[in-house]
C-alpha cells in the first residue's frame, strides 16, 4: 500500500520487489517522506526515508528480549523504547510554530546533514 493523506493505492503483485516501489513511486524526485518497514526494496527511492516507528519499537523490544543478560543491550532498550513509544504519538500532540532554540537548531541542521549523508551512502551516492 503506498499512501498520502488523500489517497490510498493498492498495488497486488507476484512479488515485493524493488520494481513494485519503482512501479508506484516513479524515479524522478519526489517531495516528502516515505515511511518504510525497513525493506531494501525501498532504499533507492526517489524521496527521503523514515522507518516506521513502530518497526523500529518492534526490533528494539526484540533485541532487549534476545539478551537479557547483556547490561549495555538492556540500557540502550530501556532508553530507545520509551523515546520510540512516545515519538509514536507525536502526532496527537499541538503544533507548535515557535522557533527552537539556537542549540536545538543546530542540533537539527547538524541532524539534517547527517541524515542526508546517511542517506547518499545508502543509496551509493558517497
Known amino acids: 500500500m503506498f499512501a498520502t493523506p488523500a489517497l490510498r493505492a493498492f498495488l497486488f503483485r507476484r512479488s515485493r520487489s524493488a520494481g ?5 513511486l516513479g524515479e524522478k524526485p519526489l ?4 515511511v518504510v518497514n525497513r525493506y531494501n526494496a525501498y532504499n533507492r ?3 527521503q526515508l523514515q522507518y516506521c516507528y513502530a518497526h ?3 526490533g528494539v ?3 532487549a528480549q534476545e ?3 547483556q547490561a549495555e543491550v538492556q540500557a540502550f532498550t530501556a532508553t530507545l523504547i520509551p523515546l520510540l513509544a512516545a515519538a509514536m504519538h507525536l502526532h496527537l500532540q499541538p503544533f507548535s510554530i515557535s522557533l ?3 542549540k536545538l537548531r543546530d542540533y537539527r541542521d547538524t541532524k539534517i546533514l547527517l541524515d542526508r549523508l546517511d542517506c547518499a551512502r545508502l543509496n551509493g551516492r558517497s
Open 20 to 24: 513494485v516501489a519503482r512501479e508506484a
Open 31 to 34: 517531495a516528502g517522506v516515505l
Open 45 to 47: 527511492a526517489p524521496c
Open 56 to 58: 523500529l519499537l518492534r
Open 61 to 63: 523490544e526484540d533485541l
Open 67 to 69: 539478551f537479557p543478560d
Open 100 to 102: 527552537p532554540s539556537p
